[in-house]
């Protein structure tokens, strides 16, 4: 099981180009607005503080890199979707996030956060649609499972699985997670370090 040592940020780039050099294996997070991914990045890294949390929508607005034990970056990206700020601002933020995604050649997958409570929704489904087109890897978290019961949540990743394999002949990794009841940090982490230890084989 991976232990988090050092987790220590970086910088916060307003374009790909400034992000620091390509030269570790990287690991970004993503989603809609509020869908918890500040609390699951501090949950991940077991500090509280690192990513700032808010309540509300929009409050990541950089790629913010974070280094973790000297070896990898986990990346924090702005959210997509609903945010109350102006149509400009969106258009700005999409574009960071495209040319992130398409142009970072040390991406090695893209975390896409899902709120557990909630049926699909189009500009989730549009997103991983883009990413499959642009052949992106990418994982699926589900985030706030403790809001439902196990019924619950089972029920809601089984409709959200039927929805997605209408288009897509087979799923990406999917993982649950509970901030709350640090449910899914270690497997998130373990799937990460399966990852970085076959890098270091194919070196």
């Not at 149509?87 to 956060?113: A, E, P, T």
Request: hydrophobic share 35%; charged share 25%.
């Amino acid at each position: 099981m991976m232990i988090v040592k050092e987790a220590t940020f970086i910088v916060s780039s307003t374009k790909v180009e400034r992000c620091p050099k390509p030269s570790l294996p990287e690991y970004a997070f993503i989603g809609r607005s509020n869908v918890g991914k500040s609390s699951l990045i501090n949950l991940l890294t077991n500090r509280k503080g690192l990513a700032k949390i808010s309540k509300t929508p929009g409050k990541t607005q950089l790629i913010n890199h974070f280094l973790i034990n000297n070896e990898w970056y986990l990346v924090d990206l702005p959210g997509y979707g609903f945010a109350n700020v102006p149509v400009g601002k969106k258009k700005v933020w999409d574009r960071v996030i495209r040319d992130y995604i398409l142009k970072r050649s040390n991406l090695i997958c893209l975390f896409v956060l899902i709120d557990s409570r909630h049926d699909p929704q189009q500009n989730d489904l549009r997103f991983m649609q883009f990413l499959g087109k642009h052949r992106v890897p990418f994982s699926l978290i589900f985030t706030k499972t403790d809001k439902l019961s196990e019924g619950e949540l089972q029920r809601n990743l089984e409709y959200y699985k039927t929805s997605m394999l209408k288009s897509w002949e087979s799923l990406p990794p999917i993982f649950q997670v509970s901030t709350v009841r640090r449910r899914g940090r270690d497997e998130v982490l373990d799937y990460i370090d399966e990852m970085n230890r076959g890098l270091m084989l194919k070196k």
